[in-house]
């Protein structure tokens, strides 16, 4: 049995301390959340020991294990917090919206010897992990392009305020879409060396972006784009796909469905017809002891805690994959900057294609 | 409770196999005409249940059979609530105490005790539970209603954090306002028929998914074979045919042969299906 705490109790952390608690090998210690009344209500309805501030709870009975699912800007000092305690971490996504401050948790971490994972749950959906063998396997061949979106109804009207409308607290849908599109693209194929024509638009919101856009390069020639648009109301909920072009074909992924098209079959090293191969959930091994909104959110705690019970630090969703994440977040954000500046400093006739673009608008109108 | 019940999925864009097939649907059925066809071929094939979320449109069809009373005299819905994404959406848009105010009413104690803000809301939980469980319902005013669902995202959260109270709460309100049965549908059957029965929940209505290949039946396929061999409940069968996985005949043939499960509710959108599914779980059940 392993001592595990629980810090910030919103959705996330309600959702993960359900699964944790459920988990046989968990003996879920306390609890804690600065809202007084997620304090009362649990504090009157369950067992748990509810604290009020971090500290309290990373100093209880030896905790192996922390996991932390509070507004991002708190992650890092969190974080820090349970290492210089030697008590495992598990971190709600985006890891750290300063990069400095991941670098030196991942260091920390390894210095310590400490398990340490990020929430970026589609790497236990088993429909992309069956999309990563694939990809393991060369089954498309060299592989040109790859394209990852992210698509929701979270902010559909303009409205008031929680920490998601602040970029400083980590709101904003590059913080909270694009960084799992972004995240599975490094998990599928690795992560990009450069990003360009990044564009973070507001739809709705007035202090953050509703979607972003970017084109994605990669040190072997290989390009990709990222899509995130979390006002779009013709989605039920949150929906990740990934599509992916190789000289050998074509792999659409979501959630639930797995289309891989091949155009050669022969000496793959997984057997595939050609023309369209098509898997569902169904189809893939994803059986969990207990089970709330989804079978990756049971496997990624499971796994988390096997790594501790085992003394595996080769973690498929480190603080150091996070932070990979993190990084290319933040060369979205310069790069976006830069777009802006040029766009607003450079005149547009200077651009030399501008300059026939305008004489044939002129004589179109 | 009746033996054959009839599920909304294909209506609300849920296709746990495919989200393109989801997407499909939601198109073909975005107009409640096209909804209502689908239901007067359920009816007239004999099945008289609906098990339905409370998604703002099945207010529409709520309305729609209260206006035809001779028409749908037997019509019965089985309310399953909430609609989760309705409340996420609005916690994650406005915070908790703004999606709080939206959902309540306006005027009352609640409203009151908002001003002073949550702690002091949220001293009456029980209160509040109640006041949202009226909201959910207010749409099936005038209906039969005689078994009302617990979603599994707020039935599994309950259970997993392990607020047993609120089952209980749940089920007497069900029991004392609206003279029904209360009813859990959960992915984790054998662990809340436990907490079940420990917080005096006699003789529950549990469902939960039931198929031949043990999709999303967590605790095991031998496990839920056992307890509904052997534990006295009331289990429904619910995605019998493992999101389109198993073949029909082959998916009710596993279900009808274990005898204690009551009823059975599934989904489809042609007459042809409909029917084709009725038949074959009569055939089996007769067997």
Same mark, same amino acid.
């Given at each position: 049995?392993? =001592?595990?705490?629980?810090?910030?109790?919103?959705?996330?952390?309600?959702?993960?301390?359900?699964?944790?608690?459920?988990?046989?090998?968990?003996?879920?210690?306390?609890?804690?959340?600065?809202? =007084?009344?997620?304090?009362?209500?649990?504090?009157?309805?369950?067992?748990?020991?509810?604290?009020?501030?971090?500290?309290?709870?990373?100093?209880?009975?030896?905790?192996?294990?922390?996991? /932390?699912?509070?507004?991002?800007?708190?992650?890092?000092?969190?974080?820090?917090?349970?290492?210089?305690?030697?008590?495992?971490?598990?971190?709600?996504?985006?890891?750290?919206?300063?990069?400095?401050?991941?670098?030196?948790?991942?260091?920390?971490?390894?210095?310590?010897?400490?398990?340490?994972?990020?929430?970026?749950?589609?790497?236990?959906?088993?429909?992309? =992990?069956?999309?990563?063998?694939?990809?393991?396997?060369?089954?498309?061949?060299?592989?040109?392009?790859?394209?990852?979106?992210?698509?929701?109804?979270?902010?559909?009207?303009?409205?008031?305020?929680?920490?998601?409308?602040?970029?400083?607290?980590?709101?904003?849908?590059?913080?909270?879409?694009?960084?799992?599109? /972004?995240?599975?693209? =490094?998990?599928?194929?690795?992560?990009?060396?450069?990003?360009?024509?990044?564009?973070?638009?507001?739809?709705?919101?007035? &202090?953050?972006?509703?979607?972003?856009?970017?084109?994605?390069?990669?040190?072997?020639?290989?390009?990709?784009?990222?899509?995130?648009?979390?006002? &779009?109301?013709?989605?039920?909920?949150?929906?990740?796909?990934?599509?992916?072009?190789?000289?050998?074909?074509?792999?659409?992924?979501?959630?639930?469905?797995?289309?891989?098209?091949?155009?050669?079959?022969?000496?793959?090293? /997984?057997?595939?017809?050609?023309?369209?191969?098509?898997?569902?959930?169904?189809?893939?091994?994803?059986?969990?002891?207990?089970?709330?909104?989804?079978?990756?959110?049971?496997?990624?705690?499971?796994?988390?805690?096997?790594? /501790?019970?085992?003394?595996?630090?080769?973690?498929?969703?480190?603080?150091?994959?996070?932070?990979?994440?993190?990084?290319?977040?933040?060369?979205?954000?310069?790069?976006?900057?830069?777009?802006?500046?040029?766009?607003?400093?450079?005149?547009?006739?200077?651009?030399?294609?501008?300059?026939?673009?305008?004489?044939?608008?002129?004589?179109?109108? | 409770?009746?033996?054959?019940?009839?599920?909304?999925?294909?209506?609300?864009?849920?296709?746990?196999?495919?989200?393109?097939?989801?997407?499909?649907?939601?198109?073909?059925?975005?107009?409640?005409?096209?909804?209502?066809?689908?239901?007067?071929?359920?009816?007239? !094939?004999?099945?008289?249940?609906?098990?339905?979320?409370?998604?703002?449109?099945?207010?529409?069809?709520?309305?729609?059979?209260?206006? @035809?009373?001779?028409?749908?005299?037997?019509?019965?819905?089985?309310?399953?609530?909430?609609?989760?994404?309705?409340?996420? @959406?609005?916690?994650?848009?406005?915070?908790?105490?703004?999606?709080?105010?939206?959902?309540?009413?306006?005027?009352?104690?609640?409203?009151?005790?908002?001003?002073?803000?949550?702690?002091?809301?949220?001293?009456?939980?029980?209160?509040?539970?109640?006041?949202?469980?009226?909201?959910?319902?207010?749409?099936?005013?005038?209906?039969?209603?005689?078994?009302?669902?617990?979603?599994?995202?707020?039935?599994?959260?309950?259970?997993?954090?392990?607020?047993?109270? !609120?089952?209980?709460?749940?089920?007497?309100?069900?029991?004392?306002?609206?003279?029904?049965?209360?009813?859990?549908?959960?992915?984790?059957?054998?662990?809340?028929?436990?907490?079940?029965?420990?917080?005096?929940?006699?003789?529950?209505?549990?469902? !939960?998914?039931?198929?031949?290949?043990?999709?999303?039946?967590?605790?095991?396929?031998?496990?839920?074979?056992?307890?509904?061999?052997?534990?006295?409940?009331?289990?429904?069968?619910?995605?019998?045919?493992?999101?389109?996985?198993?073949?029909?005949?082959?998916?009710?043939?596993?279900?009808?042969?274990?005898?204690?499960?009551?009823?059975?509710?599934?989904?489809?959108?042609?007459?042809?299906?409909?029917?084709?599914?009725?038949?074959?779980?009569?055939?089996?059940?007769?067997?």
């Amino acid at each position: 049995m392993h =001592n595990v705490g629980l810090i910030g109790l919103g959705k996330m952390g309600l959702s993960h301390l359900a699964i944790a608690k459920s988990h046989p090998e968990v003996n879920l210690v306390g609890v804690c959340d600065d809202a =007084n009344y997620v304090r009362g209500i649990l504090a009157r309805y369950t067992d748990f020991k509810v604290h009020s501030h971090y500290e309290a709870l990373l100093d209880e009975k030896q905790l192996a294990a922390v996991i /932390i699912a509070t507004p991002s800007r708190f992650h890092g000092e969190i974080a820090r917090a349970a290492l210089n305690r030697n008590i495992n971490v598990f971190c709600e996504k985006p890891f750290c919206l300063d990069l400095a401050e991941g670098t030196e948790l991942v260091e920390l971490a390894q210095r310590k010897d400490l398990v340490t994972q990020v929430g970026y749950h589609n790497r236990f959906v088993s429909s992309f =992990n069956e999309a990563k063998r694939l990809m393991d396997a060369k089954v498309l061949g060299h592989i040109h392009h790859i394209r990852s979106e992210a698509y929701g109804p979270v902010v559909l009207r303009p409205r008031g305020s929680t920490w998601r409308t602040s970029r400083s607290e980590g709101g904003g849908c590059l913080y909270d879409y694009a960084c799992h599109a /972004i995240d599975i693209v =490094n998990y599928l194929v690795g992560p990009p060396a450069a990003v360009r024509g990044t564009v973070l638009n507001r739809v709705f919101s007035r &202090d953050v972006e509703d979607e972003v856009y970017a084109t994605l390069l990669f040190a072997n020639g290989m390009t990709g784009q990222i899509a995130a648009n979390w006002s &779009d109301s013709s989605y039920r909920r949150m929906s990740t796909q990934v599509t992916i072009w190789g000289t050998n074909g074509k792999l659409i992924v979501d959630r639930q469905e797995l289309k891989v098209f091949v155009k050669d079959p022969a000496e793959l090293a /997984i057997p595939l017809t050609q023309g369209w191969n098509i898997r569902y959930t169904t189809d893939f091994p994803s059986y969990v002891e207990y089970y709330l909104r989804g079978e990756e959110y049971s496997s990624q705690i499971d796994y988390f805690i096997r790594c /501790i019970a085992e003394g595996r630090r080769d973690n498929i969703s480190s603080f150091a994959h996070a932070v990979q994440t993190d990084s290319i977040v933040s060369m979205m954000l310069e790069d976006a900057e830069q777009n802006r500046r040029d766009l607003s400093t450079q005149p547009r006739s200077k651009v030399p294609a501008r300059k026939w673009f305008e004489r044939v608008k002129a004589m179109i109108s | 409770m009746d033996r054959i019940l009839f599920g909304d999925n294909q209506f609300f864009a849920i296709n746990h196999m495919s989200e393109e097939k989801a997407r499909a649907q939601a198109i073909r059925f975005q107009d409640v005409r096209a909804v209502i066809e689908v239901l007067d071929a359920v009816y007239e !094939a004999g099945i008289h249940v609906f098990m339905c979320t409370t998604h703002d449109r099945v207010r529409e069809i709520c309305e729609h059979v209260r206006s @035809n009373p001779q028409r749908y005299s037997k019509f019965a819905f089985y309310p399953c609530m909430p609609y989760a994404h309705k409340y996420a @959406n609005a916690v994650t848009e406005y915070g908790m105490i703004e999606a709080l105010r939206q959902f309540l009413p306006q005027d009352g104690a609640f409203a009151a005790l908002l001003k002073g803000g949550l702690s002091l809301a949220t001293k009456d939980v029980e209160g509040i539970a109640r006041l949202l469980i009226d909201a959910e319902m207010k749409m099936f005013k005038g209906l039969k209603t005689p078994v009302i669902f617990l979603q599994n995202v707020v039935t599994d959260l309950m259970l997993g954090i392990g607020i047993k109270d !609120a089952f209980r709460i749940f089920a007497d309100h069900v029991q004392q306002v609206y003279c029904a049965e209360p009813g859990f549908i959960t992915m984790n059957m054998p662990r809340l028929l436990d907490v079940l029965e420990d917080v005096g929940v006699q003789n529950p209505i549990i469902c !939960a998914n039931i198929n031949k290949i043990g999709f999303r039946m967590c605790g095991g396929i031998k496990r839920y074979e056992e307890v509904i061999a052997t534990r006295k409940f009331r289990p429904v069968a619910m995605s019998v045919l493992a999101s389109g996985a198993i073949r029909p005949r082959e998916a009710i043939e596993y279900v009808c042969r274990q005898k204690n499960i009551h009823s059975i509710v599934f989904g489809a959108s042609s007459k042809a299906n409909i029917q084709e599914t009725k038949r074959l779980i009569e055939e089996y059940s007769a067997s």
